[in-house]
């Protein structure tokens, strides 16, 4: 292996920048070109990448988001994208790629490899929703602008005794709820893989602890179960507490990354080329128990996670 290419595609997430510096340190440190692509499969496709040297990511490591930037590429899914990328990894020489990003992006990877060029796959994602991972890079940053905000809610939620139903990012996975609602002591929490029903769940918690002298509720409901205003609209309804709605929203895909996020994106990015000198593709990189490890790109797509119910029942235990 003589070159590789690095790219981020998807949802941009906290520490992916850490994980570009280590694939392109680690790269030059054992002799390799390491080419930098931007915004994804649409740069490989178009040709949109340069070469990297160990100072081109100074000063990177401590910077959210992506500085080779991020894009979701319809037509990289269609067989003439895919040649097209194909060819421009051939003409460029590229013999190996580093992808950093969620499961879409690893779809890719993985049809990339098929067709001659090795990919590893880092999982880059706020989300935390890769199955074959307990973490994922973004998670732990996220966590915390999570946990920030709702502390700051708090205060203004407890001065006037009112109800905060707030939206946290996760469409399909519940993982920074849960562990925020914790982190930030909800009497509630909403998320998708647990089924619930709002008098029993919602008011009946509420009504629950306002008896035991509490004044302030904090609700955190995944983007994922949505509707925060009318949810606000019906608890004040139903309570007489005044209540209101808060969307996060983007602020929290930003910010520098966190000391986990620096880290564990610097051992991923270090490993993956590790892998691919050893001439391995179509492999995710994978955190299990703070061990890296890696997998199969179709067995890792083929897994399933569940959230931890036990920490979901604990959770609603405590919080009242
Ligand atoms: P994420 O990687 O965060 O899950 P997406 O699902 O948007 O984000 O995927 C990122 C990109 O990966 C897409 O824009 C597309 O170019 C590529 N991709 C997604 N799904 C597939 C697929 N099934 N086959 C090939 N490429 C895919």
Same mark, same amino acid.
């Given at each position: 292996m003589?070159?590789?290419? !690095?790219l981020t595609s998807g949802g941009d997430a906290p520490g992916m920048n850490a994980a570009i510096r280590a694939v392109v340190r680690s790269g030059?440190?054992?002799?390799?070109?390491v080419y930098g692509i931007e915004r994804g499969y649409?740069?490989? +496709?178009? =040709?949109? +990448?340069?070469? +990297?040297d160990i100072r081109s990511v100074s000063d990177v490591i401590n910077r959210g988001g992506t500085f080779l930037y991020s894009a979701r590429s319809p037509k990289f899914r269609s067989e003439e994208g895919m040649q097209q990328a194909i060819e421009v990894c051939k003409r460029r020489g590229i013999e190996g790629l580093v992808v950093i990003g969620g499961d879409g992006s690893f779809r890719g990877a993985r049809d990339l490899s098929l067709r001659g060029i090795p990919c590893i796959g880092i999982p880059g994602t706020i989300d935390n929703d890769i199955a074959c991972c307990d973490y994922t890079i973004g998670y732990d940053t996220c966590l915390n602008t999570i946990m920030q905000m709702v502390d700051r809610i708090r205060d203004t939620t407890a001065s006037? =005794?009112?109800?905060s139903v707030v939206e946290v990012m996760g469409r399909r996975a519940g993982y920074l709820a849960l562990n925020a609602g914790i982190a930030c002591g909800a009497t509630s929490i909403l998320i998708p893989e647990v089924p619930y029903d709002f008098q029993r769940d919602v008011i009946e918690r509420i009504r629950r602890t306002q008896r035991t002298g509490k004044m302030h509720f904090i609700i955190i409901v995944a983007e994922g179960i949505g509707g925060v205003d009318e949810l606000a609209t019906r608890i004040q309804l139903e309570t007489g507490i005044e209540s209101r709605s808060i969307v996060l929203g983007h602020v929290q895909r930003g910010g520098s990354p966190s000391v986990k996020d620096r880290v564990m994106a610097s051992r991923m990015g270090y490993y993956a080329v590790e892998l691919l000198c050893q001439g391995i593709g179509n492999r995710v !990189?994978?955190?299990?128990?703070s061990e890296i490890v890696d997998y199969d790109i179709f067995e890792a797509l083929n897994m399933k996670k569940s959230i931890d119910i036990d920490l979901y029942r604990i959770a609603h235990e405590i919080s009242i």
């Open positions: 003589k070159k590789i290419g !690095v030059c440190e054992k002799g390799l070109e649409e740069g490989l +496709m178009n =040709d949109k +990448m340069r070469i +990297m006037h =005794d009112r109800c !990189v994978a955190s299990q128990k």
